[in-house]
């Protein structure tokens, strides 16, 4: 009886409202990238995991391997790909839902959230080091690079210092394309940096843009907030987009 008002609430209320029937924090309802359908605990994680984002972290990886020369190993770029998949998308978010502003609600535990960080991580760091130690020693650095950012990033250590838009752009965006180039040949080269260039600067201004957005969507009463929330929105969905065609783009002129 309980679970089901709890679940009535969440659907009166937006897909994020807490499912204890408190919110906490501002509410992330109106996230563009949180689905309208399904059950209110696959929406909220949904939105926890930050799909389209996750995505396009996913697509600096491709974008990376795609640009080391001679023949891909496509098996590399499934592995290095999963590994910033659970890291990033999982272990990462759990780590930052962990906030004191409860952003998503209390839909999972802080207990709940070690867990689902731990689980994440533990099988990634696992395929990384494989992957480091029977092809690409070079990738040891870099995942111990950004180890260290997704902790000190999403938990804030060392006050905050870390949190910032600049080493988000740099461990979110210019590493995961050093990582996918690294997998494939164990070294560096002018156009790995290149890609890792495209990844910080198309990181730098999704995190600059992600910002105000959320602002503004706590304050959608006024209609000049809300329009200008949209520009912000229109930007967000048109970085996303750019960055994922690049990578297809890419895989398909490596498939020809």
Do not use: C
């Not at 799909?51 to 290095?80: C, F, H, K, Q």
């Not at 790995?192 to 910002?211: P, Q």
């Amino acid at each position: 009886m309980a679970r089901a008002k709890a679940e009535q609430s969440i659907d009166q209320h937006g897909p994020d409202a807490d499912v204890t029937g408190e919110d906490e924090g501002p509410t992330r309802r109106n996230e563009w990238y949180v689905p309208k359908f399904g059950p209110p605990r696959f929406r909220l994680f949904v939105g926890m995991a930050f799909v389209p984002y996750t995505l396009m972290n996913v697509s600096y990886v491709v974008t990376g391997s795609m640009l080391a020369p001679g023949g891909i190993d496509w098996v590399r770029v499934g592995e290095i790909s999963m590994v910033y998949l659970l890291a990033v998308g999982i272990s990462a978010h759990a780590l930052d839902a962990l906030a004191p502003n409860k952003p998503w609600g209390t839909f999972l535990s802080r207990t709940q959230l070690e867990a689902l960080a731990v689980l994440a991580l533990v099988p990634a760091l696992s395929l990384g080091l494989y992957l480091a130690l029977s092809h690409a020693p070079w990738l040891i650095p870099v995942g111990l690079a950004e180890l260290f950012f997704l902790l000190a990033y999403n938990l804030e250590l060392f006050e905050g210092r870390f949190h910032t838009e600049g080493w988000f752009a740099f461990s979110w965006g210019f590493l995961p394309a050093i990582a996918g180039f690294v997998a494939q040949t164990n070294s560096l080269a002018p156009q790995a940096i290149a890609g890792g260039a495209f990844g910080l600067t198309t990181a730098y201004v999704e995190i600059n843009a992600s910002r105000p957005y959320k602002a503004l969507k706590r304050r959608l009463g006024d209609p000049l907030l809300a329009e200008s929330g949209l520009r912000f929105e229109r930007v967000l969905k048109g970085v996303v987009a750019s960055t994922l065609v690049v990578a297809v783009l890419l895989i398909t002129l490596r498939l020809q």
